[in-house]
């Protein structure tokens, strides 16, 4: 495990964060201009939520 690896989780949940802050705007604008993006948005919330799963099990695992 890298030393930084507790520094890249926080920007991952800061990033997943972001992301369903601008998620929840777009559900709420419900404007269909913006479809691809709410989909890009999924998706990178999937792979975020995933990494910060992955990390989180390697602290838990060096502990």
């Known amino acids: 495990m890298a030393a930084d690896t ?5 920007m991952l949940r800061i990033l997943y964060g972001a992301c369903s802050a601008a998620l929840d705007a777009f559900h709420a604008a419900d404007n269909p201009v913006d479809a691809q993006l709410v989909t890009d948005l999924e998706a990178m919330m999937a792979r975020t939520r995933d990494e910060i ?4 099990a390697l ?3 060096a502990s």
């Not at 507790?6 to 926080?10: I, T």
């Open 59 to 61: 602290l838990q695992e």
């Open 6 to 10: 507790p520094q890249h989780l926080a």
């Open 53 to 56: 799963e992955r990390l989180t």
